[in-house]
């Protein structure tokens, strides 16, 4: 008999010659590509790049080199790549802090869901300008009462000839504003007493269509990412609902299983690490232990995230290993603000010329969030407990 345990000590199969060959080129290839755009000026390096860094122009120069929706087939825009191959690529951009907030919902889980359970109109209208780097998508699940609890989510749709009406509030939506479709999870049945999770269902409402209002929700340094979306009597066309209607529940979960385990997970704060272990290189054995265990968790983290990466190709993925995954890397993006902090006393200072004051100054701002979204620790803790047997 398996248990979910058997997941974790299940052997990750490295590439075989041919696909490490191609994975070690396509890193030479966005190294290459990353200190063109730093000589050029195109970015300066950030901590939380995959949230913080929405930069339209720099996406588009990814999507030309092939580095958007790379595991999607050619005819819609893709290269058909495996997901490691993707994996790498995300690695190597992260670790260099270079903004990629723009592409990023769509690229990492709105165009798989769509290849997953959209329709063939859908794939073909959207899937290529997302590929383009053209196409930026919001993910509306939280609202102001449903966060942890997705399943009490209140925004309705009403079937209406040709479409639904949708009314209701979504909050905490990253870059709504600058969006230009939110993948909704919308009510589209009255609550069943049997099920909690019936009756759900994901529409793709267009953010410029009348009754939608974007709020921002500003930073504590007046920085605009959050927002608050409200839906008043917004209409959406039936060719919009993404999958089957009522399965809502079922889409949404799969999503999250992709969303927990890449590498934003524990790389959020990485171009902070580096700076810190170049600042304080040779500073004796006490911050030599941190940084040596800092790294030595990142490459367990790295195997693990690696190892889903794989079993997404293989169609395995496990529930148990991304939560494990979102866990344990944003409890270690934390500490690292939190050594970085200890290391240097210095007072945040956003725009400072040195790397390591304005590095620690975004990642401070930035880290009381990367417990939370994509799912709190408690919560994916509960799922590991779950899984294990003692829930
Ligand atoms: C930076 C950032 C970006 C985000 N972007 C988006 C976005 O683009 N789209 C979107 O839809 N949402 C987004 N969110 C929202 C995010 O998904 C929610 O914040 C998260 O799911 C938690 O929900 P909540 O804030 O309502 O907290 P709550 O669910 O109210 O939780 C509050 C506290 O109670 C704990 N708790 C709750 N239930 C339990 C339980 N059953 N057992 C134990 N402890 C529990 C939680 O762990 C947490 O510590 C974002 C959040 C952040 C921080």
């Not at 990353?34 to 195109?42: I, P, Q």
């Not at 723009?102 to 300008?129: K, N, T």
């Not at 790389?267 to 170049?278: G, I, K, V």
């Amino acid at each position: 008999m398996t248990t979910p345990l058997d997941e974790l000590w299940r052997p990750v199969a490295p590439p075989d010659e041919h696909e490490a060959a191609a994975i070690r080129a396509e890193r030479v290839r966005v190294r290459e590509f990353l200190a063109g755009s730093l000589d050029r000026g195109l970015f300066a390096p950030r901590c939380d790049s995959w949230l913080g860094g929405f930069s339209p122009e720099f996406s588009k120069a990814l999507a030309v080199r092939g580095w958007i929706g790379m595991t999607w087939p050619r005819r819609y825009g893709g290269r058909a790549a495996s997901n490691l191959l993707r994996q790498a690529v995300v690695e190597e951009l992260l670790a260099a802090g270079a903004p990629v907030a723009a592409h990023w919902f769509a690229d990492r889980q709105v165009g798989p869901g769509l290849l997953r359970y959209g329709s063939e109109e859908q794939r073909d209208q959207l899937l290529p300008a997302m590929a383009r780097g053209e196409l930026y998508v919001a993910i509306g699940m939280s609202e102001p009462d449903s966060g942890s609890d997705l399943a009490s989510v209140r925004t309705r749709a009403r079937q209406v000839a040709g479409g639904w009406r949708v009314t209701g509030t979504k909050v905490w939506t990253s870059h709504a504003h600058r969006s230009h479709l939110m993948l909704t999870l919308v009510r589209t049945a009255a609550p069943d007493p049997g099920s909690r999770h019936a009756g759900f269902s994901q529409l793709l409402v267009d953010l410029s269509a009348p009754g939608v209002t974007v709020n921002p929700i500003p930073y504590l340094d007046g920085g605009h990412h959050f927002n608050e979306v409200v839906l008043d009597d917004v209409f959406v066309s039936d060719g919009m609902v993404v999958g089957t209607p009522g399965q809502g529940w079922t889409q949404v979960t799969a999503e999250l299983a992709h969303e927990r385990s890449g590498p934003e997970r524990y790389l959020s704060t990485f171009p902070l690490l580096e700076r810190m272990s170049a600042a304080l290189a040779g500073g004796g054995d006490e911050v030599g232990g941190v940084l040596g265990r800092a790294y030595a968790r990142l490459w367990v983290l790295r195997q693990m995230s690696t190892g889903v990466a794989r079993s997404i190709d293989a169609g395995t993925a496990s529930s148990l290993v991304t939560a494990l995954v979102k866990d344990m890397g944003t409890r270690l993006e934390n500490e690292i603000v939190d050594e970085a902090r200890r290391w240097r006393p210095s007072a945040p200072a956003p725009d400072a010329p040195d790397g390591y004051d304005r590095l620690l100054a975004q990642a401070q701002l930035h880290a009381p969030g990367f417990t939370l979204r994509g799912g709190t620790s408690e919560i994916l803790r509960g799922l590991v407990a779950r899984a294990i047997g003692m829930r």
